[in-house]
């Protein structure tokens, strides 16, 4: 057990767009909440990125948005206790270490990124904000001195992404940034859609297509629907290597939330038919999401208990920040001089 003050630094985040699901919990926040004893953890609801695609942004709505993530992060366990919880747009920070992050950024980088090519598909106009995305990403690693960033797999590029910039700033300006490593999950990194076992569980699909996610506050009914419509295959293969995709999906899920081995589930589930499976899995997510739902609801009905966890969450990553940045601006040559004691007469002091 490392002593306290030498843990490594922890930091992560989820935009406060669209319905959090099965594939955001399971390749994010339960390995957030399974570790959260082991490192020193931020945890960021980062609603700057919710603006990028600004035709989709309704201010009201994203103002709740970033409740209900901050809510359920309480819910799926962050214990504020152990970990910073703060809204990004409260460190004015983020903005500004962006804007130099993005002057040793090259746009061939930040092009290549497929999350970027995607989105960019999808929108009519693409905004330098879409584009710029990951750099601001960057700068929420890289402000904290973070060493590992627990995300889903569809991150790790954004990740190695960031450990470019870094590294590109330190040989510039002098070493300032820690070079960050993604924390994937062994298994669940990836989670499918229940309805295409080809296309990863997303947000914004589950928002259009039913059958596809489930999310994290549904109840038990929709969950049970949602898993046994699943779609499957016709060979009753239940073993991880032989299993089809969409089986594969379904073993995988049941495998990060029973705790069980492969051998045993392997055992489990021979030649009981996929009907069996699914049952099985709708029960092992409806026996971990009731609970979250449950705290939810609870946390819910104290609007100033969530607040003033934010608040206090902004406060004390502010003075992390703050110190980063200071540093930054020094090395670059800019921001407040250096001696702020410098003695001001009071008064007019044009000529
Ligand atoms: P997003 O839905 O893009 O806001 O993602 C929030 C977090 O959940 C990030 O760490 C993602 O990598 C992770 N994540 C999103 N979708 C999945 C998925 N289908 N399987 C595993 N992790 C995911
Ligand atoms: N881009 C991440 C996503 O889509 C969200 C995010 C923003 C993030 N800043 C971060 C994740 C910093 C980890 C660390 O999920």
């Known amino acids: 057990m490392p002593e306290a003050g030498n843990k490594k630094q922890v930091f992560s985040g989820v935009q406060p ?9 399971i390749g994010a926040l339960s390995q957030w909440v399974e570790n959260q004893t082991r490192y020193d953890n931020i945890f960021c609801i980062v609603d700057l990125h919710a603006l990028t695609i600004a035709e989709a942004v309704r201010p009201a709505l994203l103002r709740e948005k970033t409740r209900e993530v901050a809510a359920l992060y309480l819910a799926c366990g962050v214990d504020p206790e152990k970990s910073i919880v703060f809204v990004q747009s409260h460190i004015p920070a983020h903005a500004e270490l962006t804007w130099i992050l993005n002057c040793v950024t090259t746009v061939g980088w930040i092009e290549r990124m497929t999350q970027y090519k995607s989105k960019a598909a999808q929108v009519e106009s693409v905004s330098t904000g879409l584009l710029d995305y990951p750099v601001l990403q960057a700068a929420d690693i890289l402000l904290y001195r973070t060493d590992l960033v627990p995300v889903g797999e569809d991150q790790k590029q954004h990740i190695e992404l960031t450990a470019d910039i870094a590294h590109r700033f330190n040989r510039l300006f002098g070493e300032a940034f820690v070079i960050p490593q993604p924390l994937l999950r062994a298994e669940g990194a990836r989670i499918m859609g229940f309805d295409d076992p080809m296309t990863k569980m997303s947000k914004s699909r589950g928002e259009i297509q039913k059958g596809h996610a489930i999310g994290l506050l549904d109840s038990a009914d ?9 779609v499957t295959d016709s060979s009753m293969e239940t073993h991880f290597d032989h299993a089809s995709p969409a089986v594969r999906n379904l073993l995988t899920i049941y495998e990060v939330l029973s705790g069980r081995t492969r051998l045993e589930i392997e055992a489990h589930f021979e030649g009981k038919g996929y009907n069996y499976l699914k049952r099985e899995v709708a029960d092992v997510v409806i026996n971990r999401l009731a609970p979250i739902r449950n705290r939810y609801l609870e946390i819910n009905r104290d609007r100033a208990y969530l607040e003033c966890i934010l608040q206090r969450g902004a406060e004390r990553a502010w003075t ?3 110190s980063t940045l200071r540093h930054v601006q020094e090395l670059v040559g800019i921001g407040p001089w250096a001696s702020r004691k410098t003695d001001c007469p009071p008064g007019n002091i044009g000529r």
């Open 17 to 25: 767009t669209g319905k959090l699901h099965l594939g955001n919990y």
């Open 222 to 230: 929709t969950i049970r629907e949602v898993i046994l419509g699943a």
């Open 320 to 322: 992390i920040a703050e």
